[in-house]
């Protein structure tokens, strides 16, 4: 782990000066529960965590932009200008830090300066807490301090989801950025992804922590899985349309769905819609448990919503399904699920402090036997969304 003392020291190394950059950080985060309802009009329950993505920054006194990532340092230095800021897919991992500065400066924000920038995140690459929106984020809040500007905080986050949308080309929901964005220290945001109203709810663990349990496969998401439920969601809509003046399934109460479900006409659709409308409800029944500080309920709510990914929507597969059900069974666990989008990546649970030890070292034994391979265990802290830092990382 890096403190932000061996991170300065390396910026000036590798720039070459003696400056002090300034230094920012963007976490990444995990979804406690409402998986798959972003994109289907419904709410989203995520938190920002403890890791995420460093961003140490000087200004330029011309017009060229360098990115480094101590991520990828076989890579090297990165270089564009600022007049030329359009996608190119040679830049690698510094597509996203670059459509941010195209999109923020589009918005109507002069960056006459160009800059020296350096990143390193402690997101495993891969797992699904969201890397990407995490260094959108932190270049947000970079280009805010560095140059002055007043960019709100959720024009900023919408910029950050342009920039996946548009510049990259993932058809992916707000969720992550808003979470990375609008993060608060012990505290889950609920998100209505339609209209961007949210709250915060208290994050009471006490005598628990969550553990981020990382199935180290790959998701495969690029398209094809991800995009086939969504045009599945989107046709059993289509149907429910025909009768209902609805214009998406988190309008549907369970009992609506119920009610009409019989209108749509295939029935894998029909097992994607259930599984979209009673997430949705689940994850506005979190909020109340946890404001109660109802912890077991809200275990409860997790463990459903892991039935329903992997039984209705059909998004978990082996790593997943592995980890969730060994975490089930081991003592001292409330509740357990899969969050991001799945087919590989993360799986989250809370489970006792005391616990913990033999937690980490027994299931991993039971997904190295049946999987092949180790899994990795992370603690995560809840923490604040994106922001300048002084204090030591």
């Known amino acids: 782990m890096y403190t932000t003392l061996n991170l300065t020291s390396e910026f000036q190394t590798i720039f070459e000066t003696s400056v002090t950059p300034r230094t920012f950080f963007a976490p990444g985060r995990i979804n406690l529960i409402g998986e798959h309802t972003d994109y289907n009009g419904g709410h989203v329950f995520p938190a920002a965590i403890s890791y995420g993505t460093y961003a140490l920054a000087r200004k330029r006194d011309d017009q060229t932009l360098r990115f480094y990532s101590m991520n990828f340092p076989e890579i090297g230095i990165i270089e564009c200008h600022l007049s030329d800021l359009a996608y190119n897919d040679a830049d690698n991992w510094a597509k996203y830090p670059k459509g941010m500065f195209l999109y923020i400066k589009e918005a109507g924000f002069e960056i006459q300066q160009g800059a020296d920038i350096l990143y390193y995140g402690n997101i495993p690459n891969g797992a699904g807490l969201s890397s990407s929106a995490s260094i959108e984020l932190a270049t947000g809040v970079l280009l805010n301090g560095l140059f002055g500007f007043n960019l709100e905080r959720i024009p900023m986050i919408q910029i950050g989801q342009k920039v996946e949308n548009e510049y990259i080309g993932v058809n992916s929901g707000i969720m992550d950025q808003f979470a990375i964005g609008m993060g608060k220290k012990d505290h889950a945001l609920l998100l209505n992804c339609q209209t961007l109203e949210y709250?915060?709810?208290?994050?009471?663990?006490?005598?628990?922590?969550?553990?981020?349990?990382?199935?180290?496969?790959?998701?495969?998401?690029?398209?094809?899985?991800?995009?086939?439920?969504?045009?599945?969601?989107?046709?059993?809509?289509?149907?429910?349309?025909?009768?209902?003046?609805?214009?998406?399934?988190?309008?549907?109460?369970?009992?609506?769905?119920?009610?009409?479900?019989?209108?749509?006409?295939?029935?894998?659709?029909?097992?994607?819609?259930?599984?979209?409308?009673?997430?949705?409800?689940?994850?506005?029944?979190?909020?109340?448990?946890?404001?109660?500080?109802?912890?077991?309920?809200?275990?409860?709510?997790?463990?459903?919503?892991?039935?329903?990914?992997?039984?209705?929507?059909?998004?978990?597969?082996?790593?997943?399904?592995?980890?969730?059900?060994?975490?089930?069974?081991?003592?001292?666990?409330?509740?357990?699920?899969?969050?991001?989008?799945?087919?590989?990546?993360?799986?989250?649970?809370?489970?006792?402090?005391?616990?913990?030890?033999?937690?980490?070292?027994?299931?991993?034994?039971?997904?190295?036997?049946?999987?092949?391979?180790?899994?990795?265990?992370?603690?995560?802290?809840?923490?604040?969304?994106?922001?300048?830092?002084?204090e030591e990382c």
Request: hydrophobic fraction near 35%; charged fraction near 25%.
């Open 199 to 390: 709250k915060y709810a208290p994050i009471v663990l006490d005598n628990h922590v969550i553990i981020i349990m990382n199935t180290n496969k790959q998701r495969t998401l690029a398209g094809s899985k991800y995009n086939e439920r969504r045009s599945q969601c989107e046709q059993a809509l289509s149907d429910l349309q025909q009768k209902l003046s609805i214009t998406s399934l988190g309008e549907l109460s369970p009992t609506e769905f119920e009610d009409n479900k019989h209108i749509i006409s295939d029935v894998i659709n029909q097992k994607r819609a259930k599984h979209a409308v009673y997430e949705n409800a689940r994850t506005l029944d979190a909020l109340e448990k946890l404001q109660q500080g109802d912890l077991n309920g809200f275990g409860k709510l997790m463990n459903e919503s892991h039935l329903s990914l992997r039984d209705d929507y059909e998004v978990t597969g082996l790593e997943l399904d592995t980890l969730v059900q060994a975490a089930w069974e081991h003592e001292g666990v409330i509740g357990a699920r899969m969050t991001g989008a799945g087919f590989g990546g993360c799986a989250i649970a809370v489970v006792e402090k005391d616990q913990v030890d033999s937690f980490k070292k027994n299931i991993n034994a039971i997904y190295r036997e049946k999987v092949g391979y180790e899994a990795t265990f992370y603690t995560a802290a809840i923490g604040d969304g994106a922001k300048e830092i002084s």
